[in-house]
């Protein structure tokens, strides 16, 4: 399999490089490390070549490390790498599996690792982060900032058709789809009408409606309620942090960018974190996990599970970074999960 590697800013090319590691274990990839990310945009000008986009579709699958620089304050580099990739190559799915590896990671009162165990399907590629708006007499008493939300019966159709199918193929049978259309009653009756179109093939599958704020009260208060989440663009940005939180934060979440049959994008969720750059320090764990979903995606499923299951047993034996309990290194922290793999 020919691999990509973003290995980005801050943080991201240590942890990537674990990740990388643990592919290379697993065997049968072949890596092509691209230069893209904050450093190279302030040495070349250039955010992402203009051959970029149809460079990655030439590859299996695309590794992704964080974007994000002080140096560059208005991340230009990281839109045109990230945002840009996920609308020319149409990663539709956003895909993120939330499961606490030990019950220590799980915050919630009175709750353990089994209580916490969903995963939410965001649209990738619509709602507001299309860029659709402007600033008119920015600077000024009279500034007026509009940002658009584009919601088409297409991406709508196709993030809840996923849902309802991967629900139906894994034995998840409760689907609940989160939207606002109480208070934005003309873009997110679309989503309404779709949910009830496709809710009516799928007899098989409980599914159910939430507002987004009811959603978020109930993924604190009663997470056992959910096994697939189905949502926009930036109500499922914000819900997966949550879900990053209860399985013991963002340092342990993985993430995928997919359509189906096509290149895809695997990231952890977490950003750059710049002050913990070249320390050591960062946690690999989620970068780790994307690659497992990156293996699990190009249909060698047994050797995602391996990995997991590696993961598991480092995370459980204390073997991890000291934002999730342990003592250990970037660096060491991804050798624990390595000589499991052994």
């Given at each position: 399999m020919?691999?990509?590697v973003i290995?980005g800013d801050g943080?991201?090319?240590?942890?990537t490089?674990?990740a990388?590691?643990?592919?290379a274990a697993?065997?049968?990839?072949?890596?092509h490390?691209?230069?893209?990310g904050a450093a190279?945009?302030?040495?070349?000008g250039?955010?992402?070549?203009?051959?970029g986009?149809?460079?990655l579709?030439?590859?299996?699958?695309v590794?992704?490390?964080?974007?994000g620089d002080?140096?560059?304050?208005d991340?230009?580099?990281?839109?045109d790498?990230l945002?840009?990739?996920?609308?020319?190559l149409?990663?539709?799915?956003?895909y993120r599996?939330?499961?606490?590896l030990d019950d220590?990671l799980?915050?919630?009162?009175?709750?353990?690792?089994?209580?916490?165990?969903?995963v939410?399907?965001?649209?990738n590629?619509?709602?507001?982060?299309?860029g659709?708006?402007g600033?008119f007499?920015?600077g000024?008493?009279?500034?007026i900032?509009?940002?658009?939300?584009?919601?088409?019966?297409?991406?709508?159709s196709?993030?809840v058709?996923?849902?309802f199918?991967?629900?139906?193929a894994?034995?998840r049978?409760?689907l609940?789809?989160?939207?606002?259309?109480?208070?934005m009653p003309?873009?997110?009756?679309l989503?309404q009408?779709?949910?009830?179109e496709v809710?009516?093939e799928?007899?098989?599958v409980?599914?159910?409606?939430l507002?987004v704020d009811?959603?978020?009260?109930?993924?604190?208060?009663?997470p056992?309620?959910?096994?697939?989440?189905?949502?926009?663009?930036?109500?499922?940005?914000?819900?997966?942090?949550?879900?990053?939180?209860?399985?013991g934060g963002?340092?342990m979440?993985?993430?995928?960018n997919l359509?189906?049959?096509?290149?895809?994008l695997?990231?952890?969720v977490?950003?750059?974190?710049?002050?913990?750059?070249g320390?050591?320090e960062?946690n690999?764990?989620g970068?780790?996990?994307?690659?497992a979903?990156l293996?699990?995606?190009?249909g060698r499923?047994g050797?995602?599970r391996?990995?997991?299951?590696a993961v598991e047993?480092a995370?459980?034996?204390?073997?991890v970074?000291r934002?999730?309990g342990?003592?250990?290194?970037?660096r060491?922290?991804?050798?624990?999960?390595?000589?499991r793999l052994?």
């Amino acid at each position: 399999m020919r691999i990509a590697v973003i290995a980005g800013d801050g943080i991201g090319p240590e942890v990537t490089a674990e990740a990388v590691r643990v592919l290379a274990a697993a065997g049968g990839c072949e890596f092509h490390h691209l230069p893209w990310g904050a450093a190279h945009y302030l040495q070349t000008g250039v955010t992402i070549p203009p051959d970029g986009y149809e460079t990655l579709r030439g590859f299996d699958a695309v590794l992704l490390g964080a974007l994000g620089d002080p140096r560059v304050p208005d991340n230009r580099h990281a839109r045109d790498i990230l945002l840009g990739t996920r609308s020319a190559l149409d990663l539709y799915v956003n895909y993120r599996p939330v499961r606490p590896l030990d019950d220590r990671l799980c915050p919630l009162k009175g709750r353990t690792a089994t209580d916490v165990d969903f995963v939410v399907f965001r649209e990738n590629t619509e709602g507001v982060y299309v860029g659709v708006g402007g600033r008119f007499k920015p600077g000024t008493p009279d500034e007026i900032a509009v940002q658009e939300e584009i919601n088409t019966y297409k991406g709508v159709s196709r993030i809840v058709r996923h849902a309802f199918a991967f629900a139906r193929a894994t034995g998840r049978r409760r689907l609940c789809m989160a939207d606002k259309s109480n208070a934005m009653p003309d873009g997110h009756a679309l989503w309404q009408r779709v949910f009830a179109e496709v809710k009516a093939e799928y007899a098989d599958v409980e599914a159910t409606h939430l507002y987004v704020d009811a959603l978020a009260m109930w993924l604190v208060q009663d997470p056992t309620r959910f096994e697939v989440i189905v949502t926009n663009n930036l109500f499922g940005d914000i819900i997966t942090d949550i879900g990053a939180a209860l399985q013991g934060g963002l340092g342990m979440a993985a993430s995928a960018n997919l359509h189906p049959g096509r290149t895809s994008l695997f990231e952890p969720v977490h950003g750059s974190a710049p002050p913990l750059a070249g320390k050591n320090e960062a946690n690999p764990v989620g970068a780790i996990l994307s690659a497992a979903l990156l293996l699990e995606t190009l249909g060698r499923t047994g050797d995602a599970r391996r990995i997991e299951r590696a993961v598991e047993d480092a995370v459980r034996a204390g073997e991890v970074t000291r934002d999730v309990g342990g003592t250990l290194g970037t660096r060491e922290a991804g050798e624990a999960v390595l000589r499991r793999l052994r």
